[in-house]
C-alpha cells in the first residue's frame, strides 16, 4: 500500500520568516495530495489540496508545489504569523474513479512561529 | 450548519467495557470515515462507508464496528475495549464517490482513555 514519509516532526521559524515542510509517497498512481492544519483539541482542517495534474497551486500565503518524477510534495507558507503554529499533515490517495481509494496520512509536522 | 458533530468528546471505559462513539454529519454527505490518531502516527483509517448500508475495512479495523443506516450518522463501535484503544478517535465526511480524492471534513474528535 502506499506510504507517506513527512519532514521534519518539528520546525520552527521566526514570525515573517517562510516555512516549508517536504513530503514523499511511494506510489506512483497517487494522484490526490492533501495538506491539513490541525489547531490544539481540534480535528484537521483542509488548508491547501492538488492533483497530479498540477505542478503547483497557491492560495495566499500558502503554496503547495508537486513533484510526480522524485514522488514528493511540498507546503510552503510564506510571511508566518502567530496563528500559523498547528500540526500540518500531509496525505496522499490514488482516486480510481471507482471505490473508496483511501488517504494515507505522514506522521506530522509540529510548525512553531517563535514571536 | 453543524458540520460533522462528535459524541462524547471525552471518555474513560474500563477494559472489557463496550461504547459506542458517536458521528452524525449535516452536509449530505455520501462518504463517512473513522481514523484514529496516535501520538507520532498521524491519522490511520479505521472503517469507512461510502453510503448508507455499505460499510468496509481501513487500515486498523481489529475490535471496531460500525454501521451505517442512515446518510447523517456512522457510529463506531467498540466491543470489548482494550488499552490498546486509548487513543483520540476523528470522524470524517466528504461528498462524491472517492472519499479519498475529495476534502475531507472532519469532528473534534473523542479522546478515549481505556484503563
Known amino acids: 500500500g502506499e506510504n507517506v514519509e513527512q519532514h521534519p516532526s518539528t520546525l520552527s521559524v521566526q514570525e515573517g520568516d517562510s516555512a516549508v515542510i517536504k513530503c514523499t509517497y511511494s506510489?506512483?498512481?497517487?494522484?490526490?495530495f492533501p495538506w491539513y492544519k490541525q489547531e490544539l483539541g481540534k480535528g484537521p482542517q483542509l488548508i491547501i489540496d492538488?492533483?497530479?495534474?498540477?505542478g503547483e497551486k497557491k492560495d495566499q500565503r500558502i503554496a503547495v508545489t508537486l513533484n510526480k518524477t522524485a514522488k514528493h510534495f511540498s507546503l510552503h507558507i510564506t510571511e508566518t504569523q502567530p496563528e500559523d503554529s498547528a500540526v500540518y499533515f500531509c496525505a496522499a490517495s490514488i482516486y480510481s474513479g471507482g471505490g473508496a481509494d483511501g488517504l494515507t496520512f505522514g506522521k506530522g509536522t509540529h510548525l512553531i512561529i517563535q514571536p | 450548519n453543524a458540520g460533522v458533530t462528535q459524541t462524547p468528546k471525552f471518555q474513560v471505559l474500563k477494559t472489557g467495557q463496550s461504547m459506542t462513539l458517536q458521528c452524525a454529519q449535516d452536509m449530505n454527505h455520501e462518504y463517512m470515515s473513522w481514523y484514529r490518531q496516535d501520538p507520532g502516527m498521524g491519522l490511520r483509517l479505521i472503517h469507512y462507508s461510502v453510503g448508507a448500508g455499505i460499510t468496509d475495512q481501513g487500515e486498523v479495523p481489529n475490535g471496531y464496528n460500525v454501521s451505517r443506516s442512515t446518510t447523517e450518522d456512522f457510529p463506531l463501535r467498540l466491543l470489548s475495549a482494550a488499552p490498546s484503544q486509548t487513543s483520540v478517535y476523528f470522524c470524517a465526511s466528504s461528498p462524491g464517490h472517492s472519499y479519498g480524492n475529495q476534502p475531507q471534513h472532519f469532528g473534534d474528535g473523542t479522546r478515549l482513555s481505556i484503563l
Open positions: 492538488i492533483r497530479s495534474n498540477v
Open positions: 506510489d506512483s498512481a497517487s494522484n490526490y
